[in-house]
């Protein structure tokens, strides 16, 4: 039986990920943000999951205004990285595992949740950024990933609620996979930001403290708060914090954090990261 | 009958929704096209004629000829799209947003570093007002 072992939340700027591609992850600006990622890093290494769930936003690179999934999970084989302006990032591409994702499609949509499935997909810095952050910077990315994307851009998007449940349902969906995988899931972007219009650089720190300190003890407290209160309280891009909870979901109720890091700005953003791992 | 959007009294914020989606879609489709190095060339070449290609308004191609990133985000643009706009240009989110909030990129930075624009006073178009 799979199993999911733990899961890593991890904001997923794309400054960041320039400011490691370019060699600049030792500067003073960019130096206390990898350092918080380095007890991170041991920590997956150590753990060595078979398999990554990584539950990010596409920033329309793959999909576009033609279509918008709310969710949609990428069953292909390999997901090439996306040129987002700047030319793709120079990171390994992604590799999938089609067998679990067509069997998680398989069963979550047999749940009562509505994935889309994708053959054929670029995937963007919100998935990559987490990578480098968790493992650096590897010749292959080193377990394959199953990419699951949330529409957290286009209004309207899904609640809090309904991105934990989906959470609940790949869990048990994993748990009736035949293979023996060990698992981590994680989610991606956050936390409070706004990138747009006048209100751009708006922070929330005791939004985002509020928000790192329920995630593991109270869930349901965070799965009410609506789009507007991440709106008007953690600005217009906070609402990625959707992604935390379906990567909680997935998880046991009783979870032990095993790392956390809090960190502005990097570039725009509060930059937050958290880890858990299950406890029954 | 349209639901009223609650979100109306967000000060300084456009949120992207189905309506705005649809107002937008021939100028972010545009940013869209610029993630492809001919394609950039070919706008960096002759903007106009490249805009041109595209069925939007002229309000829509002057807020793009004139780099407007407020105006784009009113006349229907997303931030992730005009971003592939800004990452032509060479330009990162942070200086576009710096642009956005009417500070110079010291400034910008600077308020970033003090720990980003607090949430005091920033949490309805109300607040804006009794500030003046």
């Not at chain 1, 292909?76 to 700047?86: N, R, S």
């Not at chain 1, 990625?240 to 953003?269: C, Q």
């Amino acid at each position: 039986m799979a199993r999911i072992i733990a899961g890593v939340a991890a904001s997923h700027i794309p400054a960041v990920g320039a400011a490691w591609d370019n060699g600049k992850a030792d500067e003073p600006y960019w130096r206390p943000v990898f350092k918080g990622f380095e007890r991170s890093k041991e920590w997956i290494a150590r753990v060595k999951p078979d398999v990554c769930i990584v539950v990010y936003n596409d920033h329309m690179s793959a999909f576009s205004l033609e279509i918008v999934p709310t969710f949609a999970i990428g069953c292909a084989a390999e997901f090439p990285i996306a040129d987002e302006g700047w030319g793709p990032r120079p990171v390994p591409d992604v590799v999938g595992h089609p067998e679990l994702a067509s069997h998680i499609a398989q069963a979550v949509i047999q749940d009562d949740f509505d994935l889309t499935i994708v053959n054929r997909m670029e995937v963007d810095h919100g998935l990559t950024v987490p990578l480098t952050l968790m493992f650096g910077k590897p010749k292959e990315w080193p377990c394959p990933i199953v990419p699951i994307a949330v529409n957290v851009v286009v209004y309207p998007v899904p609640t809090g609620n309904r991105c934990y449940m989906l959470g609940k349902a790949i869990r048990k969906a994993v748990e009736s996979f035949d293979k023996d995988l060990r698992i981590v899931i994680f989610g991606t972007g956050g936390m409070s930001h706004q990138l747009q219009g006048p209100r751009a650089g708006l922070i929330n720190r005791a939004f985002d403290t509020r928000f790192l300190d329920n995630l593991a003890p109270d869930p349901e407290a965070l799965v009410r708060i609506s789009h507007l209160e991440y709106l008007r309280e953690a600005g217009s891009e906070a609402i990625e914090l959707v992604m935390w909870l379906i990567m909680r979901g997935a998880l046991d109720d009783r979870v032990k954090e095993i790392h956390r890091f809090y960190h502005v700005p990097a570039s725009n953003t509060a930059l937050g990261h958290i880890i858990f791992e299950n406890m029954a | 009958m349209p639901l009223p959007k609650q979100y109306d009294d967000l000060p300084g914020t456009v949120v992207f929704d189905a309506d705005r989606a649809r107002e937008g879609y021939h100028l972010n489709m545009f940013c869209m096209s610029l993630m492809k190095p001919e394609n950039r060339a070919a706008f960096k070449a002759n903007e106009r004629a490249y805009l041109d290609q595209w069925p939007m308004t002229e309000a829509q191609k002057q807020s793009i000829l004139g780099r407007d990133w407020n105006g784009m985000l009113q006349l229907g643009g997303n931030i992730y799209f005009t971003a592939k706009l800004a990452a032509t240009d060479g330009l990162s989110f942070q200086q576009i947003a710096a642009m956005m909030s009417g500070s110079t990129q010291e400034e910008y930075a600077q308020m970033m570093i003090r720990g980003g624009r607090p949430i005091e006073g920033n949490r309805s178009k109300a607040e804006w007002k009794k500030r003046g």
